[in-house]
């Protein structure tokens, strides 16, 4: 029975898969082109660390801090360092080791090339959701720090927790969504920096588009699901559109359906993946 066991298709699978993850987490966490993730999973850390030191009684106040968070939150996270970062991580995956021309030892090895992809999707997975879901939690605890007791009453015994909780939820979320197509732009596409690019516009203007282009967004249902919404100011508030938040029990299924759906296709993709050199 144990032979059997042995025999079976996806237990061999989940062995090469498991040495596939372990490889690329070296390159992903020990990598030279790991050095600009790390730089903008430390940035908001540095920036909460410095008010904790710098602020003044009576200039900031709990609620305050809390909402200087979700728009921390809202327009480095989201906007910008879960995205470049993701873009980093994952659309090197594949294309960075074209260019490395060390992603044919990979091809030569007895295993499955969607094993393969799915295995490297998990590996930037865990690199992503590990750096980020880390700076998010201590720019969290950091931001508030000042207040000392009141504080940590707000994060522990308060709503506090239940924020920290809604916010790494949509990291991790973010990660699984970006990461999924990215990783299909790396498959697909011979310079992913141009989808990069044409989605990062699209998602940067969210909060301008009609109702229904919103919903075609990743970022539309993260921000659904944080829990303070940053509010928009200044002139571009009268061009901003107005739209009811996705709830949770929508949001968060529509999500991982559509990961799933892309992550799929990346590994359809890989079965016809060619390496040309010449390129």
């Known amino acids: 029975m144990i032979k059997r066991w042995k025999m079976l298709p996806w237990n061999l699978w989940g062995r090469q898969a498991a040495a596939v993850v372990r490889l690329e987490l070296q390159k992903n966490l020990f990598s030279r082109r790991a050095i600009w993730v790390y730089m903008m999973a430390a940035g908001a850390p540095l920036v909460a660390l410095l008010h904790w030191v710098t602020a003044r009684p009576g200039h900031c106040s709990l609620p305050g801090d809390a909402m200087a968070f979700a728009g921390m939150f809202e327009f480095y996270y989201l906007r910008l360092a ?16 074209m260019l490395e021309r060390t992603l044919h030892y990979y091809l030569l090895s007895p295993v499955r090339r969607e094993v393969l992809i799915l295995a490297k999707y998990l590996a930037g997975l865990v690199t992503a959701t590990g750096l980020f879901a880390l700076s998010v939690a201590l720019t969290f605890l950091a931001i508030g720090a000042h207040f000392g007791v009141a504080w940590q009453d707000f994060v522990f015994h308060g709503a506090g927790g239940r924020q920290l909780g809604a916010y790494l939820l949509v990291t991790v979320l973010a990660c699984v969504g970006y990461g999924a197509v990215f990783t299909v732009a790396g498959l697909v596409v011979r310079n992913p920096m141009i989808p990069a690019a044409v989605v990062w516009i699209w998602e940067a203007g969210n909060a301008f588009l009609p109702s229904l282009l919103k919903k075609l967004s990743v970022i539309f249902y993260l921000k659904s699901l944080s829990p303070v919404q940053a509010p928009v100011n200044g002139p571009l508030a009268l061009l901003a559109t107005a739209t009811d938040p996705t709830p949770a029990y929508l949001a ?28």
């Open 252 to 279: 968060i299924p529509g999500l991982l359906i559509v990961a799933a759906g892309l992550l799929a296709l990346a590994a359809r993709r890989a079965r016809s993946l060619e390496i040309s050199y010449a390129e």
């Open 82 to 97: 879960l995205f470049l970062g993701c873009v980093g991580i994952f659309s090197n995956l594949t294309r960075g080791e």
